[in-house]
């Protein structure tokens, strides 16, 4: 396990695991593996360990094409994604507020 430092004023940044870009952790939404599925946990609330992604379909796809997410979640076989592709529908009209604009 890494330990990671930062000063208090320096936003906590995570990779999306589906293109692969560095983004604020706020505007990633978690996903963690329950069971068999990936379990979207936009609270960060769930226990295991955790991958972030862009709420974005286009991510999602791209996570699926690279089976991004068994690595990342460090799961052996293959996962759900249903539960988390009826999410990202829901969100896809959030707006998504990247930095630096
Ligand atoms: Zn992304």
Redesign the pocket.
Same mark, same amino acid.
């Given at each position: 396990m890494r330990a990671e430092q930062h000063a208090p004023d320096t936003p906590v940044t995570r990779t =999306?695991v589906? =293109?692969?870009?560095r983004?604020v952790k706020s505007s990633l939404l978690r996903l963690v593996a329950a069971g068999d599925a990936i379990q979207p946990d936009p609270s960060a609330r769930l226990p295991g360990r955790g991958a972030y992604?862009?709420p974005?379909p286009? =991510?999602l796809d791209?996570a699926r094409r690279r089976r991004a997410f068994p690595r990342a979640l460090r799961t052996a076989g293959p996962l759900s994604l249903d539960s988390l592709a009826e999410y990202l529908c829901g969100v896809s009209d959030l707006e998504i507020v990247l930095p630096g604009q």
């Open positions: =999306c589906g =293109c692969k870009e983004a992604l862009h974005s286009a =991510c791209l």
